[in-house]
């Protein structure tokens, strides 16, 4: 109802609720330089540890001599592994079951791993400490082809390990198996491949990469050794979880450690597992009873700190000679480096790849995951993806277009024929999952009007038949991708880290005048949680967005929640924002109903307060309401207006999209241009279209790296290549195309305000349509597939080998 004074419209104007395009509060300190880092934070009398590195990827260590760094100026300390042991600090748990040397113990297992620890009274005494150390190694023969690490005579890596047959997931059958795992049906998808007319099969490689976020990872940790209170500040994407860890590694009390994450440069899967330099500045701190600062290089960033993807894929799909897929199956070999650090549910060491059979209704599937240890850095993280589905996601859309291929048919019509379809949401997928809800026929049709997509194919025939005639040495590609993601994680049924279900929450306490503080279980490192989490407050509690500060990433002040990754922040952290401004509301309303002296029943919500239904004019604002809260509640009501809310979702989120490249290469060159990039994305209820599309960019950005240009790469002696800047792919504004954005809105049935994630889909939906548009270049030449990363060397040389350039 109108006040008299305020229209609905304007009264709900002024909330900024959901659906605004709220500018992002955080900018305002982002823009000015004003954000606090971890590097910002500075302690007195801080010390600085820097770690001295492996230049071996596999090699014994005979001898550390300690008084060599020690007689540089400034430096205060050396650590090394034999220090470590008495603490039983040497070695630390993973989230993925195995062990991880802090610092190296008689062996090296990667270039650049961590084998002592320099703390000196500065960053630059600290480099000279490490520059100083000598360190004698014997270099033993490394193992750098995932494919031949359990050859019989591969060499052995992890000595630790030695004898254990049984590992965190099953049976290890070879020194340098960590585990093997299947997920679906594998005998009736082959009576699925049995019974079918066309089985097409292909290798398809995800090659490693890195999520280089702009801030590097770092910690300063502050033992008090008078209170026997450690303070660790660092990059945390999960800070709870770090705290935690960190109690169960050191037996420090839980209570007597505050973990905070300040403002972050990005995380991107980067930030959510536990580094040795995190350990050892909290190592460096109890011994030396100082604060001690670590802050990463780029290359050590780069080369040592989680990788991403890694994964060998043999793909292949059943089907009709119409094109009904039957059954689809999958064989990965997935490189983890010298230690299972992967940062998944520690149900799912392949994370979330059964997602693998995509947006289509296939009968049968399975696959299979073996993951093998390589003398390569650790890690195998979600790199803006939830769990390895961007590595699913490729799957089964780069061998889709390989049955188009087979069956002489239309990527993007095959497709439409195998579509889950709208009346069979909530869908059970063949691998178990199931999806929420969506509308694909819809949103593929969308997008093909919207670029035109038979103009498409028209420009591209002709661009064929000139080039066919030597009319022109240029070729044009059509990339389709259509995705379906699984994000929100998640439910403890599926989903916990270490034991601990994957729960988020969300505490608001109104304040008298009626402006609130909300505090949340997620870390936001660049997604605008400051701005979006007040908008659902603001549209649960009628409290303006402006007058609800949002804060995150403090143990000591926030409710313990699972962190920000794979997506997870809106899907869960969001829904327990929804509920908890819910239980203010409910409150709120028993309030008016003792102030207006009607029941409850009675009232009705108004935008931002409750009024007597039929008399609009009797009404109470929420900003009376909370001044009421705290000098005229009614009997036996506690004062105050708090509310806290815990919640473990009943499913994941299905957000999906459809996504359009349209590319041109110049086969002598290999040099491409991106033409045009449309991407139509479905989140369900958007609190944010702004930074919605900011998300959408961004992850574009960073699919757009990996497919045309990132590669943590390595010699045949081990060396990283790759790892610094000048030679990994960073795409800027220069190199970046032009990106359309567009959306349909179908809202996810379970989530309280029905919205699901997005901040991932446009990497995952990204990687498959840039790859496919190369791909599809090559097709009317006989082009199958070139694997990633596309530089215009390889698509050159991928030219040269189908004979079109020489
Ligand atoms: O977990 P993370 O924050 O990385 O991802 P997300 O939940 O997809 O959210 C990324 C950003 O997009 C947040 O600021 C969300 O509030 C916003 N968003 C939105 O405005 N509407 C949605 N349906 C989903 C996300």
């Not at 300390?77 to 040397?101: C, F, K, R, S, W």
């Amino acid at each position: 109802a109108d006040t008299g004074i305020i229209s609905i419209e304007e009264r709900t104007d002024q909330l900024e609720g959901i659906g605004c395009k709220r500018k992002r509060v955080e900018d305002i300190r982002f823009t000015q330089g004003r954000g606090n880092y971890v590097d910002d934070v500075k302690l007195p009398g801080m010390l600085f540890g820097d770690f001295v590195r492996s230049p071996f990827a596999h090699a014994r260590i005979k001898h550390i001599d300690k008084d060599s760094a020690l007689a540089v100026p400034g430096v205060v300390a050396v650590i090394t592994a034999e220090d470590l042991i008495p603490l039983n600090l040497h070695y630390m748990p993973t989230l993925a079951g195995d062990v991880q040397a802090v610092l190296a113990h008689e062996k090296v297992l990667f270039q650049n791993q961590e084998v002592a620890f320099i703390v000196a009274k500065d960053r630059y005494a600290a480099a000279d400490g490490v520059e100083a150390l000598a360190v004698e190694y014997e270099e033993l023969e490394p193992l750098m082809d995932a494919h031949k690490a359990m050859d019989a005579n591969a060499p052995v890596l992890r000595e630790d390990l030695a004898g254990k047959t049984e590992g965190a997931h099953g049976p290890r059958t070879h020194h340098n198996h960590i585990f093997t795992w299947t997920a679906g049906d594998e005998a009736a998808t082959q009576e699925a491949f049995d019974k079918a007319d066309v089985v097409v099969k292909e290798y398809l490689a995800h090659p490693r990469v890195h999520p280089c976020p702009l801030e590097t990872c770092g910690s300063v940790a502050d033992m008090n050794p008078i209170t026997g209170q450690l303070t660790l500040w660092g990059t945390f994407q999960a800070p709870h979880v770090v705290r935690t860890v960190a109690s169960l590694i050191s037996n420090i009390p839980e209570h007597k450690i505050r973990v905070i994450a300040p403002d972050i440069g990005g995380g991107f899967g980067n930030k959510v597992g536990v580094y040795p330099g995190y350990v050892m500045s909290i190592v460096g701190s109890i011994v030396l009873k100082k604060p001690v600062k670590w802050i990463e290089d780029r290359m050590e960033n780069l080369s040592t700190t989680a990788f991403a993807r890694d994964y060998h894929i043999e793909a292949e799909l059943a089907a009709t000679k119409d094109g009904k897929i039957l059954g689809m199956r999958s064989h990965v070999l997935a490189d983890h480096g010298a230690f299972d650090a992967c940062a998944d549910p520690s149900k799912y060491p392949a994370g979330m790849y059964h997602i693998c059979s995509g947006s289509y209704d296939i009968g049968a599937a399975f696959c299979s995951v073996t993951g093998v240890y390589t003398n390569k850095a650790p890690g195998g993280v979600s790199y803006r993806c939830s769990f390895r589905v961007t590595e699913a996601v490729y799957t089964i859309e780069r061998i889709i277009e390989v049955l188009a291929i087979k069956l002489g048919m239309d990527a993007a019509e095959l497709r439409q024929k195998n579509f889950v379809q709208p009346e069979q949401f909530p869908y059970t997928s063949a691998f178990g999952w199931e999806y929420d809800s969506g509308d694909y026929p819809t949103a593929m049709k969308k997008a093909m009007d919207a670029v035109d997509y038979d103009g498409l194919r028209a420009e591209q025939a002709k661009m064929v038949e000139d080039f066919k005639a030597g009319k022109s040495r240029e070729i044009m590609g059509i990339g389709v991708s259509f995705f379906t993601e699984i994000v929100g994680a998640g439910p403890s049924k599926n989903c916990d880290i270490l034991g601990i279900g994957m729960f988020d929450s969300c505490e608001i306490r109104v304040h008298p005048t009626g402006a609130a503080i909300a505090r949340l279980g997620v870390k936001s490192q660049g997604q605008g949680h400051e701005t979006t989490f007040a908008q659902i407050l603001a549209s649960e509690t009628g409290i303006a967005a402006d007058m609800i500060t949002i804060e995150e990433g403090d143990t000591d002040t926030a409710p313990y929640g699972l962190g920000t990754y794979g997506s997870r922040s809106t899907p869960v952290a969001g829904a327990a924002a929804a509920r908890a401004g819910r239980k203010i509301k409910h409150k709120a309303q028993l309030i008016a109903s003792h102030l207006l002296e009607v029941h409850h029943d009675d009232l009705e919500w108004d935008v931002d307060g409750f009024a007597v239904k039929g008399a609009p004019e009797k009404r109470k604002s929420m900003k009376e309401l909370a001044w009421a809260a705290y000098n005229n509640v009614p009997e036996g009501m506690e004062m105050g207006l708090e509310a806290v809310d815990y919640y473990d979702p009943p499913n994941f989120t299905f957000p999906y999209g459809a996504y359009f490249c349209v590319l041109k290469i110049d086969v002598d060159t290999g040099v491409y241009k991106i033409e045009r990039f449309y991407a139509l994305d479905d989140c369900g209820t958007r609190i944010n279209p702004m930074i919605i599309e900011g998300q959408v960019h961004g992850g574009l950005t960073e699919a757009f790296a990996v497919a045309m240009g990132q590669l943590i790469d390595f010699d045949d002696t081990g060396n990283v290549i790759g790892a610094s800047l000048m030679d990994f792919f960073l795409p800027t504004a220069v190199e970046t195309p032009h990106w359309e954005t567009d959306h349909t809105e179908v809202p996810s049935p379970h989530h309280p305000i029905g919205a699901k994630g997005v901040g991932e889909s446009p990497h995952v939906g990204g990687v498959p349509a840039f790859s496919n548009a190369v791909n599809d270049a090559f097709r009317p030449f006989g082009g199958v597939q070139t694997h990633m990363p596309h530089t215009a060397a390889n698509i050159w040389a991928y030219a040269k080998s189908l004979g079109m350039t020489d």
